[in-house]
């Protein structure tokens, strides 16, 4: 480090990890050094080591777990070889798209790709410029884990109508015909359905966004809806609560609080033995809900979700249903090297069974407090 620099200690220091990442020091899908391994290599404090990852964080070339460490997920110089593929993704987190990436970027090196990450923050805009910026490459093949379903880029249309290889994931394009490959929420909602009527559950609460532009919320919705409905299926006293009006993304204080008060209402009035929470960010707001009730889990109320980061926060698990990103990342990629070599795929559409990961957050109706 050169401390007569006019440079602030943290940007030497992001500029050194940034030149080891690209060099390969640190290759991609690696973990850095931990944050004391890092004050002791540069002699720095700890709050310079983290203003420095903070930098490499903002540009999407690192991301943070807690538990596990930080990864190193982008490297800014292209390797040489010409066999690219291109993945977009809104982001990552413990609950959804770490254990993603790891796959695709494992079966992209085991098949000689290599891949380059672009991360869109939810944006559509970014969303567009991550697209033109791996078309401008170029890349090979692009998997995208698409934003809304309402929004369709215009560009990323036009080049899967073209027939340049393309895989979509998680959340399908309606009415266009494309390579997908996503969860079974339909099977998956029988299944965690069959799970909570085989416990005694008979008064049930759904917990969903008032709003939905994301299809695998819209699909997973309505397959506990119709699996609800049916005339003779035990739980078809459930009822739906689309009240959640803020978003992980949004950091609205006021309109979380908002929502976590509708949720105590809702289960302050209706009694519910056992909630669902559409996905991990609607199940935390529940479990705060439910703890500003008083009440604990399952004794009082049973909790049933999807999703979950719960690797990372033991002490906030609860029995949810697990999309297998495993297998829907090696599924994606050898739908996508197939297209690239062949121009055809004998399946255009694949959808992964997913699988209940049991906490013990839901218990027979007989065994509570509350029933």
């Given amino acids: 480090m050169n401390r007569g620099s006019s440079k602030p200690l943290y940007e030497q220091i992001y500029e050194d990890l940034k030149d080891k990442i690209n060099d390969n020091t640190y290759p991609i899908n690696t973990?850095?050094?931990?944050?004391?391994?890092?004050?002791?290599?540069?002699?720095?404090?700890?709050?310079?080591?983290?203003k420095a990852v903070n930098l490499l964080a903002s540009e999407d070339m690192v991301t943070r777990h807690a538990g596990v460490g930080t990864t190193v997920i982008h490297q800014e110089r292209l390797p040489s070889s010409n066999r690219l593929i291109g993945l977009v993704m809104s982001?990552?987190?413990?609950?959804?798209?770490?254990?993603?990436?790891?796959?695709?970027?494992?079966?992209?090196?085991?098949?000689?790709?290599?891949?380059?990450?672009?991360?869109?923050?939810?944006?559509?805009?970014?969303?567009?410029?991550?697209?033109?910026?791996?078309l401008d490459i170029p890349v090979q093949g692009i998997l995208i884990a698409p934003l809304e379903k309402t929004f369709f880029d215009p560009l990323l249309m036009q080049k899967i109508l073209d027939g340049m290889p393309i895989v979509v994931l998680d959340k399908q394009f309606t009415g266009i015909d494309s390579l997908f490959v996503g969860t079974d929420h339909t099977a998956g909602a029988e299944q965690a359905a069959q799970l909570i009527a085989g416990?005694?559950?008979?008064?049930?609460?759904?917990?969903?966004?008032?709003?939905?532009?994301?299809?695998?919320?819209?699909?997973?919705?309505?397959?506990?809806?119709?699996?609800?409905?049916?005339?003779?299926?035990?739980?078809?006293?459930?009822?739906?609560?689309?009240?959640?009006?803020?978003?992980?993304?949004?950091?609205?204080?006021?309109?979380?609080?908002?929502?976590?008060?509708?949720?105590?209402?809702?289960?302050?009035?209706?009694?519910?033995?056992?909630?669902?929470?559409?996905?991990?960010?609607?199940?935390?707001?529940?479990?705060?809900a439910i703890k500003e009730l008083h009440l604990s889990i399952p004794k009082d109320i049973c909790l049933f979700g999807f999703d979950?980061?719960?690797?990372?926060?033991?002490?906030?698990?609860?029995?949810?249903?697990?999309?297998?990103?495993?297998?829907?990342?090696?599924?994606?990629?050898?739908?996508?090297?197939?297209?690239?070599?062949?121009?055809?795929?004998?399946?255009?559409?694949?959808?992964?069974?997913?699988?209940?990961?049991?906490?013990?957050?839901?218990?027979?109706?007989?065994?509570m407090l509350r029933a």
Avoid at 31 to 50: D, M
Avoid at 101 to 120: H, M, P
Avoid at 327 to 334: D, L, N
Avoid at 339 to 354: D, E, F, G, T
Wanted: charged content about 20%; some cysteine; aromatic content about 10%.
């Fill in 199 to 288: 416990m005694g559950h008979r008064n049930i609460g759904f917990f969903g966004y008032d709003r939905i532009a994301n299809s695998s919320l819209e699909t997973r919705e309505s397959a506990f809806n119709n699996v609800y409905s049916h005339t003779n299926h035990p739980l078809r006293a459930a009822a739906f609560a689309n009240i959640v009006q803020s978003h992980y993304f949004q950091h609205d204080e006021v309109a979380l609080q908002e929502d976590i008060q509708r949720i105590r209402n809702f289960i302050a009035t209706k009694r519910p033995t056992c909630v669902i929470a559409i996905d991990n960010y609607v199940a935390s707001l529940t479990r705060e």
């Fill in 31 to 50: 973990l850095l050094p931990t944050e004391k391994e890092l004050t002791g290599l540069y002699n720095v404090s700890r709050i310079t080591i983290q």
């Fill in 308 to 367: 979950s980061d719960s690797s990372a926060f033991p002490s906030l698990r609860y029995t949810y249903l697990a999309q297998d990103e495993e297998m829907i990342g090696k599924t994606a990629f050898a739908m996508l090297s197939e297209y690239i070599s062949n121009k055809h795929v004998a399946v255009k559409k694949q959808l992964i069974p997913p699988a209940i990961v049991d906490y013990g957050s839901v218990i027979r109706a007989s065994e």
């Fill in 91 to 134: 982001g990552i987190s413990d609950s959804f798209g770490r254990r993603l990436v790891e796959s695709i970027t494992d079966a992209c090196n085991l098949a000689g790709y290599s891949l380059i990450i672009k991360f869109s923050h939810e944006s559509q805009r970014k969303e567009q410029a991550c697209i033109q910026a791996l």
